[in-house]
């Protein structure tokens, strides 16, 4: 392993990569720090004009836009009280009220520094149990393969809907959409009703785009009447509220090495994502900080727990997409399009076929981090300046690179529709309450699915009973139910106390 | 905007697609024989589409008969629906127009008008970025990655 790592690193340190991380970590952080854009927006954007990049530089430049986009949210939730994420609600409380104490410095500090140390952490994690991890689901043949992917629809679609019944209806969808064109196993036309263009299916970029990014612009649209904000870092004449001293840093290590853990774990299981580690990191360490009351009110500490959780999910949830193929959320999604649009099949095999590829990804990931950290510690006031630019200049730009990035996959004017019409689409499902993300999860693995499910019945003839012969098929099917269960009660219980809150201030 | 009368009717869609995929078999058409059948994993999901939709729209028909509000996510707001209306068809023009006009005529015609639908009566630095940023993009994706976007054909 260590082979590959150094050799992942001699093949990340060359001009073409560096130049994709610079410009990534530019582009995230900009894109992440705009109240109204967020980080998959800005993957989205940028995915069409990777095509046509070696793979290292296309992948590892995406990724670096994930990082720092997940990070560029902070800018925006300290300086304004405008989370660019859910994830950065809790962010968004503790900086902004530094902010109003002329410690914007301070802030913005915490949340560079504790989102590149929860970033390495889950990253080292990530090299160093992907490839075991591979090793081990190599062994699953394509009987166990089908109870794996209906695992991760089970999974993902009943943590991440508003409700169970509409999580796996969001998937269901995605995977009938999947089903439209020519079947690649018998090359039968399904669902094409006589129309040649639908032979090849959906697009898969301008559906993303068109699902995932233009109904954000259409949330902007909806208010645009809402007053600008122009960000401003407010400076404080002691310069020790400024900047994050190392012995602040010091004090602070054991609650971010803590909530790294927790972020990676979270990040790890599909469907979860980077609010709930955050939520969770920030409540463990309220629980055990010597001064919880200042929670809430302008604490560092949970500012460094909030974010190192959320930024730790970036590295953790390539694992379960690098090693079983299951995206744990709608940016993992996303990227694995990205890595199977440059010819790169995420899964165990993706170590032994692509291993300079995948180590110099990694290496990548890790300077990414160095990367995000000297640019942005540099560059705040610009950030912050290219961020406050007027919403009537931004989002004519996103429109035309939403344009331009759906007529890059096919040079087809087809595809424009198609991005019009996922535009309709996503923006009514979220109005449902239908999942997006769980949508595009669905359309993603639905070819794996239909794949291996043709495999097994190849396999097991007429004999059924050999489905459940596999112990892994049981382990799958008891892991689901308990998944299920589990939402269940969560949701349950989250209903309860919101039904308990609503009496009490009444 | 009542979701719950939204959600009985996709489900009721839903589910009358879903019957349409289970018992019509001249949604496939030609390719090789295969242990599965082509048309196995499209009824199984539909399917499924009919027990979740089945769900949803029973619970929002039952809210409905039983008289209750409308609360929290079952109110849909509706404030703003104009301009999404507006950019659609911003869109849609775009759509149409560039094959004819071409992309670095269309563009800014569109960015001038998604700009003053944003709000933006800033003119000079607007039309510059309307003017700027399409013949970088038509450039850049010509020489970088050789994706010819349309051009003026007439």
């Known amino acids: 392993m260590i082979d590959n790592i150094l050799s992942g690193f001699s093949s990340i340190l060359a001009i073409g990569p560096i130049l994709g991380i610079v410009l990534g970590v530019v582009i995230g952080i900009i894109f992440g720090a705009i109240p109204g854009i967020s980080a998959i927006m800005a993957i989205a954007i940028m995915l069409p004009m990777t095509f046509y990049v070696d793979p290292i530089i296309g992948i590892t430049m995406l990724l670096a836009v994930y990082k720092a986009g997940i990070y560029g949210g902070s800018i925006s939730a300290i300086l304004i009280n405008t989370p660019g994420a859910a994830a950065s609600f809790l962010t968004a409380q503790d900086g902004h009220a530094l902010t109003k104490a002329g410690k914007s410095g301070k802030a913005l500090d915490m949340s560079l520094f504790a989102s590149v140390s929860g970033e390495m952490l889950a990253t080292l994690v990530l090299i160093l149990v992907a490839a075991p991890i591979s090793a081990i689901s190599l062994q699953a043949g394509p009987i166990e393969k089908v109870f794996l992917l209906l695992f991760a629809f089970t999974v993902i679609g009943s943590m991440a809907g508003e409700s169970i019944p509409r999580g796996l209806l969001s998937c269901c969808l995605g995977m009938l959409f999947a089903m439209v064109g020519l079947d690649s196993i018998t090359g039968s036309s399904r669902f094409t009703f006589g129309i040649p263009e639908l032979m090849g299916g959906f697009t898969f970029t301008p559906m993303l785009i068109g699902i995932l990014v233009m109904p954000e612009v ?29 012995k602040e840093y010091r004090s602070v290590f054991g609650t971010i090495l803590k909530s790294s853990g927790i972020g990676t774990f979270i990040g790890a299981l599909p ?26 009110k302008g604490s560092v500490e949970g500012i460094a727990a909030a ?84 919403r009537y200049f931004i989002f ?10 759906a007529f890059t996959a096919g040079q087809n004017m087809n595809d424009i529709l198609i991005l019009i019409v996922f535009t309709i689409v996503g923006y009514s499902m979220r109005l449902v309450g239908l999942n997006p993300a769980v949508f595009i999860i669905g359309f993603i693995l639905t070819p794996f699915l239909e794949q291996n499910l043709d495999q097994a019945f190849a396999i097991v003839g007429t004999d059924y009973s050999q489905f459940l012969a596999s112990p892994f098929s049981w382990v799958f099917i008891a892991l689901s139910a308990f998944f299920v269960f589990s939402s269940m009660r969560m949701r349950k219980k989250s209903a309860k106390d919101q039904s308990t809150a609503r009496e009490e201030a009444a | 905007m009542d979701r719950r009368k939204i959600d009985v009717g996709l489900s009721t869609f839903l589910m009358i697609i879903s019957v349409i995929i289970l018992t019509n078999d001249n949604l496939a058409d030609g390719g090789a024989e295969s242990d599965l059948g082509i048309l196995f994993l499209p009824r199984v999901v539909a399917g499924f589409i009919i027990l979740f939709a089945a769900i949803i729209g029973i619970q929002s028909l039952r809210s409905l008969s039983q008289g209750h509000k409308p609360e929290g996510q079952e109110l849909i707001a509706t404030d703003g629906f104009t301009g999404i209306f507006i ?6 023009f775009y759509w149409l127009a560039v094959p004819y006009l071409g992309f670095m005529i269309t563009t800014p015609i569109v960015m001038l008008a998604v700009a003053y639908l944003l709000g933006g009566r800033n003119w000079p630095p607007i039309i510059a970025v309307s003017v700027i940023t399409p013949i970088l993009i038509f450039y850049g994706s010509r020489e970088f990655l050789r994706v010819y976007l349309p051009t003026w054909a007439f």
């Not at chain 1, 009447?225 to 002691?238: D, L, N, Q």
């Open chain 1, 396 to 405: 004519p730009c996103v429109t035309v690179f939403a344009f331009t990035g």
């Open chain 2, 87 to 92: 950019y659609i068809a911003i869109f849609v």
């Open chain 1, 271 to 296: 469907g979860l994502g980077s609010s709930t580690a955050a939520f969770m990191a920030y409540g463990e360490a309220k629980r055990t900080s010597k001064q919880p009351e200042k929670y809430g």
């Open chain 1, 307 to 390: 974010e190192s959780a959320n930024n730790a999910v970036c590295g953790s949830s390539m694992i379960p997409m690098l090693t079983l193929s299951i995206p744990g959320d709608d940016v993992a999604a996303l990227l694995m399009g990205a890595f199977l649009i440059h010819g790169l099949t995420p899964g165990p095999m993706i170590f032994f076929e692509h291993t300079e590829t995948i180590y110099a990804i990694f290496a990548g990931f890790l300077i990414t981090d160095l990367f995000l950290l000297g640019i942005a510690r540099s560059g705040f006031k610009f950030f912050v300046k290219m961020a406050s630019l007027r």
């Open chain 1, 218 to 246: 259409f949330n902007v649209i909806r208010r645009r009447k809402v007053p600008h904000h122009e960000m401003a870092i407010t400076r404080s004449p002691k310069p020790a509220d400024n900047r994050i001293s190392l």
